[in-house]
């Protein structure tokens, strides 16, 4: 098999390559460790690469192949991790100066699971400071240009930057990226690729850098909903749900009048738009209307704080006092809003907000999924925000409101790519109810083949 075609294939084609013997493990890695050199000399993408340890795991991998030993369908096939898993002996620094220097003796548990599944570490990916942002920028460690403009270096989405540019330029077959507000829905609906949105606590943060413990979650980003099934199932230590047969026909999906649709540029309206009827003409029955919390859960945290603010300044307070001049200024910003809020503040906030989203389940209770545009936006030009501190606080409020909402109702979800030829990218998002993820998966699985 021609080497120059396997960064464009997914994770599980190649680990079927594998498994037929078709694809060593051991050329793949070096495929893959190649090209990051080659495409990434300034670790835009990956602050670093982890070869030798790739180079290890793919030799035992070869191995396992050739014995028939393989730990499962993605044994021998690379992937990123963003950096903010623990990976042992190796710098984890939550992208920050901050954190320079800590090196963790252990693996993250997650990385721990899909290591023993056989798939191989391909290095540390770039990521929003303290996965802080839904913008991707990071004058810190370096901003991987978004993947889907070769011309304009538009933003990739944050917070998990280089996970999604490092599947959207070839560097790796899929990414792992942390959502916390949007920050993996965010820069896989931006670079055009599938992200996954798995329920807060369903996946083990041991070894996982904490941004806000109440809403922190782990997911994949991928070229397909297949890989990102496969892969969650590694993660989650479960079977594969079984995408076979996925279908819309009979499906309630829900559109929101209320918040989700508001103030859409023209080519997220017309992506969005066009994608609707396709799902319309697959037999999915989309039912327009009002979704009431989202306006009172924007309006709740106004009065009250903003939790991950209060959570992230409670972690990490002594180092942003001491050394907050090492930051950027985008994110020091946001922790320091924190200094605002009292006690009673913030557990109005966790108590409010909790109702609110039972209330939003009672009312979404009939719908398979809430169906709305991932982002109202689509990527603008890094230089258009990065030093202009008005113009940045607006494109990242915009950028995450919707994704916000779904981890405030405490949902699961995946975005799937759905921009016209020659547009930039724009996601949709098919958002259901905490712990549906193979429901979920099988939506997306039926709405990918009617998209395409």
Same mark, same amino acid.
């Given at each position: 098999?021609?080497?120059?075609?396997?960064?464009?294939?997914?994770?599980?084609?190649?680990?079927?390559?594998?498994?037929?013997?078709?694809?060593?493990?051991?050329?793949?890695?070096?495929?893959?460790?190649?090209?990051?050199?080659?495409?990434?000399?300034?670790?835009?993408?990956?602050?670093?690469?982890?070869?030798?340890?790739?180079?290890?795991?793919?030799?035992?991998? !070869?191995?396992? %192949?050739?014995? +028939? &030993?393989?730990?499962? *369908?993605?044994? #021998?096939? =690379?992937?990123?991790?963003? @950096?903010?898993?623990?990976?042992?002996?190796?710098?984890?620094?939550?992208?920050?100066?901050?954190?320079?220097?800590?090196?963790?003796?252990?693996?993250?548990?997650?990385?721990?699971?899909?290591?023993?599944?056989?798939?191989?570490?391909?290095?540390?990916?770039?990521? !929003?400071?303290? %996965?802080?942002? +839904? &913008?991707?920028?990071? *004058?810190?460690? #370096?901003? =991987?240009?978004?993947?889907? @403009?070769?011309?304009?270096?538009?933003?990739?989405?944050?917070s998990s930057s280089g996970a999604a540019v490092s599947v959207t330029n070839g560097l790796a077959p899929a990414g792992i990226g942390s959502d916390t507000g949007g920050s993996v829905r965010i820069p896989a609906a931006l670079n055009g690729i599938v992200g996954?949105?798995?329920?807060?606590?369903?996946?083990?943060?041991?070894?996982?850098?904490?941004?806000?413990?109440?809403?922190?979650?782990?997911?994949?980003?991928?070229?397909?909903?297949?890989?990102?099934?496969?892969?969650?199932?590694?993660?989650?230590?479960?079977?594969?749900?079984?995408?076979?047969?996925?279908?819309?026909?009979?499906?309630?999906?829900?559109?929101?009048?209320?918040?989700?649709?508001?103030?859409?540029?023209?080519?997220?309206?017309?992506?969005?738009?066009?994608?609707?009827?396709?799902?319309?003409?697959?037999?999915?029955?989309?039912?327009?209307?009002?979704?009431?919390?989202?306006?009172?859960?924007?309006?709740?945290?106004?009065?009250?704080?903003?939790?991950?603010s209060a959570e992230a300044y409670a972690l990490w307070h002594d180092l942003v006092e001491s050394r907050g001049e090492e930051m950027y200024w985008g994110i020091r910003s946001r922790f320091e809003l924190a200094k605002k809020l009292t006690a009673i503040d913030?557990?109005?906030?966790?108590?409010?907000?909790?109702?609110?989203?039972?209330?939003?389940?009672?009312?979404?209770?009939?719908?398979?999924?809430?169906?709305?545009?991932?982002?109202?936006?689509?990527?603008?030009?890094?230089?258009?925000?990065?030093?202009?501190?008005?113009?940045?606080?607006?494109?990242?409020?915009?950028?995450?409101?919707?994704?916000?909402?779904?981890?405030?109702?405490?949902?699961?979800?995946?975005?799937?790519?759905?921009?016209?030829?020659?547009?930039?990218?724009?996601?949709?998002?098919?958002?259901?109810?905490?712990?549906?993820?193979?429901?979920?998966?099988?939506?997306?699985?039926?709405?990918?083949?009617?998209?395409?």
């Amino acid at each position: 098999m021609n080497d120059t075609a396997w960064h464009r294939m997914t994770a599980l084609a190649l680990g079927a390559a594998i498994q037929n013997r078709s694809i060593d493990p051991i050329d793949l890695t070096e495929h893959f460790l190649t090209r990051m050199k080659q495409e990434d000399p300034d670790h835009r993408v990956y602050i670093r690469a982890t070869a030798e340890r790739a180079r290890a795991e793919a030799a035992a991998a !070869s191995a396992r %192949a050739k014995a +028939g &030993l393989r730990q499962s *369908p993605l044994d #021998g096939v =690379p992937m990123s991790w963003k @950096d903010l898993t623990d990976t042992a002996g190796t710098e984890t620094t939550f992208g920050s100066a901050l954190l320079r220097n800590r090196v963790p003796d252990r693996d993250a548990l997650l990385l721990r699971r899909a290591t023993l599944a056989g798939m191989i570490c391909l290095g540390k990916t770039t990521l !929003s400071e303290f %996965a802080y942002s +839904g &913008l991707g920028i990071n *004058p810190i460690f #370096g901003t =991987p240009a978004n993947g889907a @403009d070769g011309e304009v270096e538009r933003v990739p989405g944050g917070s998990s930057s280089g996970a999604a540019v490092s599947v959207t330029n070839g560097l790796a077959p899929a990414g792992i990226g942390s959502d916390t507000g949007g920050s993996v829905r965010i820069p896989a609906a931006l670079n055009g690729i599938v992200g996954l949105k798995t329920t807060i606590g369903l996946l083990p943060l041991d070894g996982i850098l904490a941004l806000s413990p109440t809403f922190d979650t782990i997911g994949p980003l991928t070229y397909d909903v297949a890989d990102a099934n496969a892969i969650f199932a590694i993660l989650n230590e479960t079977r594969p749900h079984d995408l076979s047969g996925a279908s819309l026909d009979g499906i309630r999906l829900l559109k929101p009048k209320d918040v989700m649709y508001d103030d859409l540029d023209a080519t997220v309206t017309g992506a969005i738009a066009a994608a609707l009827d396709h799902l319309s003409n697959a037999g999915a029955e989309i039912v327009e209307t009002a979704v009431p919390e989202f306006g009172e859960a924007f309006e709740h945290v106004a009065r009250h704080g903003n939790i991950i603010s209060a959570e992230a300044y409670a972690l990490w307070h002594d180092l942003v006092e001491s050394r907050g001049e090492e930051m950027y200024w985008g994110i020091r910003s946001r922790f320091e809003l924190a200094k605002k809020l009292t006690a009673i503040d913030a557990e109005a906030a966790h108590i409010g907000l909790k109702s609110i989203a039972a209330r939003y389940r009672a009312r979404t209770a009939g719908f398979a999924a809430v169906v709305h545009p991932t982002c109202p936006r689509v990527a603008p030009p890094i230089a258009d925000l990065q030093d202009d501190p008005k113009a940045y606080d607006e494109a990242n409020l915009a950028i995450t409101r919707n994704t916000r909402l779904g981890n405030i109702m405490e949902t699961c979800g995946v975005t799937l790519p759905c921009q016209g030829p020659g547009d930039l990218p724009v996601g949709l998002s098919l958002m259901a109810a905490g712990h549906s993820e193979g429901m979920v998966l099988r939506l997306a699985a039926a709405a990918e083949s009617a998209l395409a």
